[in-house]
């Protein structure tokens, strides 16, 4: 039982994946406003010492971790002095995830952010998850750990964020359907023709939120609005039938619930990372942070309308994988982070994305009719690996050249 819904008053302990990408700027962001509630413990980054270290002092982390291994010297050596711990490698980022802490947020980019988070659910932490990854490519396996393991996963992707607010612990077999919204992205005024044949710099122009390149460019193919699909899937324990997507341009509803007694529960707030930041950090209390406020009246009006599968093919394969289930998320994941990296090096067009894509679905299919789900992590990477090969290969046979 909650007793104050006012303040976070015991100064809470929190580490963070994925210090230095997008959402860990919000992160920061959140922390640096409220100092004297959060403590910061690890803070993990890819391959960027000097932002790691310079967030690392600013939040006054204990231990800092590189995954590179080749930069462990870097790292230790600005770090010399200051009290910090430096740490490098795979292991030093599991030892990161799961030292005790009131909260781990889970936000390393893509595949890599599977162990991790895995580790942290095995030891029982409480995790803000905004790696979509870790749960598209092992939903199964990670719900099933952090159950046996007493594990608490707050979602920490805005949709997911604000899904589970308005579902405010109500169990989801009560639901009629569970409405995840889209902005539409860059590309949502466009005709078929312009979309397929997008640059990456318009691909990477959205027009609400600030994120990754990755994620962008999956916004920009509604990618990301189907991996989220199936996230929720496993996140919320949600039949893929109660799922729907509705394009939202505004991005000020960003998920809604649909109860059997035709209540319908909106989660709203202005498109900042931020927001659920600060609820994940805070949960199950709340935090007042210093932020632009909603104002509905000056927005003056919102809309709405169905998702265009025609011109959004992502969406459609998503959803295929998703009522597939077995390995074919997984498979999905793999294809397009493939698909993407090629794109954004300029080696396939943007329309060929999805084509890439579909091709290695088919492929895989083609070689394992069995579609086994993925039970443990090697099975995971598996899978992942064989995915990304079959759209390496896949990659020759799709033109790099514009399609008409
Ligand atoms: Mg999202």
Redesign the pocket.
Known sequence: MVTSKENVTARRKVSVLGATGSIGSSVRSVILQKRAEFEVESLVAGSNVDALVSIAHELNAKYAVIADETLYQVLKLKLEGTGIEAAAGLNAVIEAAIRPVDIVVSAITGIAGLHPTYAAVLAGQTIALANKEALVCAGTMLMGAAKKAGATILPL???HNALFQALNGNSTKLIEKMVLTASGGPFMNWDITQIQNATKEQALAHPNWNMGQKVTVDSASFM?KGL?LIEAHYLFDVSPFKLDVLVHPQSIIHGLIFYGDGSVVAGMALPDMRVPVAHCLAWPQRLSIDLPRLNLASLGSISFLEPDYTRFPCLKLAQNALFAGGAMPTVLNGANEIAVEAFLKGVISFGNIAVLVENTLNAYQCLNSNNLTPVTLEDVDSINLISKELAQTGLSKVSSRAIH
């Open positions: 992707d805005s949709e990301n989220e």
